[in-house]
């Protein structure tokens, strides 16, 4: 059997339910599978540096991929940027004219895109931007609603680190919870859904478990482990 390389969101995947902390089972199981052999690279709609540190205090691979594909980290001052914030910020203040109640969301400082708090309609902003041709996309991860320049997505971030670990899509096993993880769902060879996932989700994924977040995250391990003992 190949090496597998994961490709895990964080928030609402290996979080605990609700509360934005770590599940640490589910990260040592995670760092279980690194152990075998295995690649873990953590693919999040947070900061990539975020990503990256959990990496690398986590014992996981030492490379994040943030900002819903927008931003890499390799290491402390390596980053790859793929996304435009300008335009994003362009986007924020013309959302901002049209709809009442915009906030920006306290992040960890963000190089490719805006985040906001889930305080208002996507959908009515998602109008407002194509109306306008703004070359942007809005998505929610369920952490916050976040507004990338247009292409940008998930996949885009993780093929970025696929040509430089020399990953093949076959081998890739994908885990998340949200719309922004469909794009990686598709690209990959195996794609796991947790239970807190929305249906619409849950069905783009081949393996749906029924436990939430963490707990979800172990019960697929578990039913992947004999395969992948096999390294």
Do not use: W
């Not at 959302?95 to 895109?113: A, G, L, Q």
């Not at 208002?120 to 041709?133: G, H, L, N, R, S």
């Amino acid at each position: 059997m190949r090496r597998k390389t994961f490709a895990v969101d964080i928030d609402g995947t290996i979080t605990e339910n609700g509360g934005g902390r770590i599940h640490l089972g589910a990260l040592n199981s995670l760092r279980h599978i690194k152990k075998m052999g295995h690649n873990v690279i953590l693919v999040s709609g947070r900061s990539s540096v975020e990503a990256y540190l959990l990496g690398v205090f986590g014992g996981l691979d030492t490379v994040g991929v943030g900002e819903n594909g927008g931003c890499v980290t390799y290491g402390t001052n390596q980053h790859h940027l793929i996304g435009n914030k300008e335009k994003c910020v362009e986007a924020l203040s013309l959302i901002r004219t049209k709809i009442d109640n915009v906030r920006e969301k306290p992040v960890f400082p963000r190089m490719t895109e805006v985040v906001l708090e889930r305080t208002f309609d996507i959908a009515d902003a998602q109008k407002i931007t194509q109306d306008a041709y703004m070359d942007v996309v809005l998505a929610d991860s369920q952490y916050a609603i976040h507004i990338n320049s247009a292409g940008i997505d998930k996949t885009v971030g993780f093929k970025e680190v696929m040509k430089k670990m020399d990953i093949r899509s076959e081998d890739v096993i994908a885990i998340g919870d949200s719309e922004t993880d469909v794009p990686l769902f598709r690209m990959a060879g195996y794609s796991i859904a947790v239970g807190n996932a929305f249906d619409d989700v849950k069905s783009c994924a081949k393996m749906v478990v029924s436990s939430h977040a963490g707990d979800g995250v172990i019960e697929a391990l578990d039913k992947l482990a004999p395969s992948l003992s096999e390294l």
